[in-house]
């Protein structure tokens, strides 16, 4: 069967004044139909870069190479406006601040409508009609009332349910969904992830969910790639990847995660730190970029970069030291 979306290779430059910084570095991975594949990593690794790159939405002063298909369609060499057809047609995005995304200019209405006349060639009437069945599937509170708002009018959680009925309007192939529930509280989170959860068996939607939050991964996602510095490092299935963590800076993520089952007598448990800072690239590394900050590393670390290959059985790892460890299981701790 073909992925739904299929990236090979794919490295991402930026050109600065103080000269080119590799902002991704040979990424590789796929999506299956009906999949929702998590890619995580702390602020600055490269999440949000990867999923601009699939939309083509990088500033002109980028350099992309590798190869993006969209079942088996190379998107990488279309015209922009073949892209402009596919882009929020058959790929669209969540993006990570609705309050700067949507148009402060324009009404809810107008803003979900303006996709539907655009790529559904639809009347305005018809656009409005649609609009509310749109905001009923992301349940919003009286969505006819809403078509008439400003984003400012409205709070955190309905905004992000705007920029969701906006991003399926058109029941996408794939859905990036790009920190989804940041800045949201608890109870809004889980109804924002189970709206996710919903889209994906009515309408079919594989989605690309970028996150540094491992609890959203262990609710919702089906499979991992965990990014550092730019680089692909781990990958997995999410029960194995959380059982058996593989690569230190994923125990080190999963080390750092609260955990009330882990509370000590006095209510109190320190929280586990990856020591150290995450190295900026001006070029591509020949050592592990990880190696200054491992607390297995050997002077092999310093020597080649390693490759991302199996380490367990469906699970792969770009780590010379390769291994479990022993104090770390927390899936269970991490799922609502």
């Known amino acids: 069967m073909t992925p739904r979306l299929q990236v090979e290779d794919l490295s991402v430059q930026f050109n600065t004044d103080e000269g080119p910084v590799l902002a991704v570095d040979r990424?590789?991975?796929?999506?299956?139909?009906?999949?929702?594949?998590?890619?995580?990593?702390?602020?600055?690794?490269?999440?949000?870069?990867?999923?601009?790159?699939?939309?083509r939405l990088l500033p002109r002063l980028s350099s992309v190479?590798?190869?993006?298909?969209?079942?088996?369609q190379e998107l990488t060499?279309?015209?922009?406006?073949?892209?402009?057809?596919?882009r929020g047609r058959d790929i669209s995005m969540i993006f990570q601040e609705p309050m700067t995304s949507l148009n402060p200019s324009f009404t809810v209405?107008?803003?979900?409508?303006?996709?539907?006349?655009?790529?559904?060639?639809?009347?305005?009437?018809?656009?409005?009609v649609r609009a509310v069945e749109l905001l009923e599937l992301v349940r919003m509170p009286a969505p006819k009332a809403r078509l008439r708002e400003y984003p400012h009018q409205l709070s955190g959680g309905m905004r992000q349910r705007v920029m969701i009925a906006m991003a399926v309007a058109c029941s996408p192939k794939v859905l990036i969904a790009d920190e989804p529930t940041t800045a949201l509280d608890v109870t809004i989170q889980a109804q924002i992830l189970d709206i996710l959860r919903d889209l994906r068996q009515e309408v079919g939607t594989s989605i690309l969910l970028i996150t540094h939050d491992l609890g959203v991964v262990a609710d919702i996602a089906d499979r991992v790639e965990i990014?550092?510095?730019?680089?692909?490092?781990?990958?997995?299935?999410?029960?194995?990847?959380?059982?058996?963590?593989?690569?230190?800076?994923?125990?080190?993520?999963?080390?750092?995660?609260?955990?009330?089952?882990?509370?000590?007598?006095?209510?109190?448990r320190r929280l586990q730190e990856i020591p150290g800072l995450v190295p900026v690239l001006r070029g591509r590394p020949n050592s592990c970029v990880f190696a200054p900050r491992c607390p297995r590393a050997t002077s092999v670390c310093g020597e080649s970069m390693p490759p991302l290959e199996q380490a367990q059985p469906g699970q792969h790892a770009a780590c010379f030291h390769a291994g479990k460890s022993p104090t770390v299981s927390v899936k269970k701790g991490l799922q609502r």
Not at 65 to 72: F, V
Not at 77 to 86: D, H, L, N, Q, T
Request: with cysteine.
């Open 227 to 268: 990014m550092y510095a730019g680089h692909q490092i781990e990958s997995g299935l999410v029960d194995d990847l959380f059982a058996n963590p593989q690569h230190p800076y994923t125990i080190g993520l999963l080390g750092a995660v609260p955990r009330p089952d882990l509370l000590g007598q006095n209510g109190s």
């Open 77 to 86: 060499s279309m015209s922009e406006a073949s892209i402009r057809e596919i």
């Open 65 to 72: 190479t590798g190869s993006i298909k969209l079942e088996g």
């Open 27 to 55: 990424m590789s991975f796929t999506v299956e139909p009906r999949e929702v594949l998590a890619l995580v990593g702390e602020s600055g690794c490269g999440k949000s870069v990867t999923s601009m790159s699939i939309l």
């Open 109 to 128: 209405g107008f803003q979900i409508g303006e996709v539907l006349r655009r790529h559904e060639g639809m009347t305005r009437q018809q656009s409005r």
